[in-house]
C-alpha cells in the first residue's frame, strides 16, 4: 500500500468556523508534511514531523494548528481562517525525514474560505 | 541557500513529438534531485530522482533525466508524449544533509500536448 489518504476532498468555510482536515498512511512512514498550494504555484511546506513530533514550522500563522496523534495519522486543525488561506492542501509522508527518502503524496484537500 | 529554475513555464508540444522540460539549480552543497508530476485535481507523483551513482535516470512513463554537475542542470525528457502527458510538472532539490525532509521546488512547467 504506496497510498496517503486525505479527507475531505473539499472543505467550504467561513472565516468564523473551526474545521480539520485529516491525512492517513499505511506505509510505516516515520516523517509526515503539509504543503499549502495555491493555483499554479509550487507546493509550499508549512510543517514537518518527524516521529510524531513537530521538526520544522515554516513561520505558519497560528489559525492552522497542526497535530500528529500517532505514526498514521496526520491532522491539520484550521480556526479564523482568512479568504487568503483558499488554497489546495496537501499531506505527504517518507520513511524518515532524510536526505534522499521520496515523499509521497495525497490528493489534497481543496480549501474554500468565505 | 538551494534555488531550483524552471524555465519554461509552459511548453506546448504536438502528440508523439520529443519533449525536453529544462531544470537548473544553485546550491553550494550537494543535493538530491526530482522530478514531480501533477495531473489536474490530483497530488504530487514522483517522475524520477537522482541520488547519486549514473547521471542517466530513468523514471515512470517513459520519462529519464541527465544530470550535470559542471552545468547544475537536472533536465527532463521524453521521447515521443502522449496526450495524458499534459500536467505540470515540477522540479525539486534536498541537500544531502538534510534531516529535515525539506523539497525546494521550481516554480513549474505546464506541458500541454496537442493532437
Known amino acids: 500500500d504506496t497510498e496517503v489518504t486525505q479527507t475531505p476532498k473539499h472543505l467550504v468555510m467561513g472565516m468564523t468556523n473551526k474545521k480539520s482536515l485529516k491525512c492517513e498512511q499505511h506505509?510505516?512512514?516515520?516523517?509526515m508534511y503539509w504543503y499549502k498550494q495555491k493555483a499554479k504555484k509550487p507546493p509550499e511546506l508549512m510543517f514537518v514531523y518527524s516521529y510524531e513530533k513537530l521538526s520544522i514550522n515554516e513561520s505558519v500563522p497560528s489559525r492552522f494548528s497542526p497535530e500528529c496523534p500517532n505514526s498514521s495519522l496526520l491532522n491539520l486543525h484550521l480556526h479564523a481562517l482568512q479568504p487568503e488561506d483558499s488554497a489546495l492542501y496537501l499531506c505527504?509522508?517518507?520513511?524518515?525525514?532524510?536526505?534522499?527518502?521520496?515523499?509521497?503524496f495525497g490528493p489534497g484537500t481543496r480549501l474554500t474560505v468565505l | 541557500a538551494q534555488s531550483v529554475t524552471q524555465l519554461d513555464s509552459q511548453v506546448p508540444v504536438f502528440e508523439e513529438a520529443p519533449v525536453e522540460l529544462r531544470c537548473n539549480y544553485s546550491?553550494?552543497?550537494?543535493?538530491?534531485l526530482f522530478w514531480y508530476v501533477q495531473y489536474p485535481n490530483q497530488g504530487l507523483q514522483l517522475l524520477l530522482k537522482y541520488l547519486s551513482g549514473s547521471t542517466l535516470v530513468k523514471g515512470i512513463n517513459g520519462f529519464e533525466a541527465e544530470f550535470n554537475k559542471s552545468q547544475t542542470s537536472f533536465h527532463l525528457r521524453k521521447p515521443s508524449v502522449h496526450i495524458s502527458d499534459t500536467a505540470e510538472y515540477f522540479c525539486a532539490v534536498r541537500t544531502l544533509s538534510s534531516n529535515t525532509g525539506k523539497l525546494i521546488f521550481g516554480q513549474g512547467t505546464t506541458l500541454q500536448v496537442k493532437p
Open positions: 505527504a509522508s517518507s520513511q524518515v525525514a532524510l536526505g534522499g527518502n521520496e515523499q509521497f
Open positions: 506505509m510505516g512512514h516515520r516523517a
Open positions: 546550491s553550494s552543497v550537494s543535493v538530491y
